[in-house]
Nanobody
Framework: QVQLVESGGGLVQAGGSLKLSCAAS????????MGWYRQAPGKQRGLVAG???????NYADSVKGRFTISRDNAKNTVNLQMNSLEPEDTAVYYC???????????????WGQGTQVTVSS
């Protein structure tokens, strides 16, 4: 029983900033990768940013230089700092974490319910 709780979504004007946060709780032994995905209306869900337990990151080309992903392993949280937001960033953002609930158990992905980010022009 793992739960990912997201916060920080909302409405912001173009050029503004938002910070999304996601906290994993429940039966957690270890967390491998964590990341953020987004899905705009009529489009497929795609990776925004990912981060490994060691801190290695990767970003979608469309957000590189504007977004920063980070994590706090002690708190089982992952954050997404979004700067210079554009209307094209409008989407539902989903938190994801690859979690093993116990030792010697294969990790599996868990997902948050999503949080709406709307960037007005």
């Amino acid at each position: 029983q793992v739960q990912l709780v997201e916060s920080g979504g909302g409405l912001v004007q173009a050029g503004g900033s938002l910070k999304l946060s996601c906290a994993a709780s429940g039966s957690i032994f270890s967390i491998k990768t964590m990341g953020w995905y987004r899905q705009a209306p009529g489009k497929q869900r795609g990776l925004v940013a990912g981060i490994t337990s060691g801190g290695s990151t990767n970003y979608a080309d469309s957000v590189k230089g504007r977004f920063t992903i980070s994590r706090d392993n002690a708190k089982n949280t992952v954050n997404l700092q979004m700067n210079s937001l554009e209307p094209e960033d409008t989407a539902v953002y989903y938190c994801s974490a690859d979690i093993a609930y116990s030792a010697n158990v294969r990790s599996r992905p868990y997902w948050g319910q999503g949080t709406q980010v709307t960037v007005s022009s």
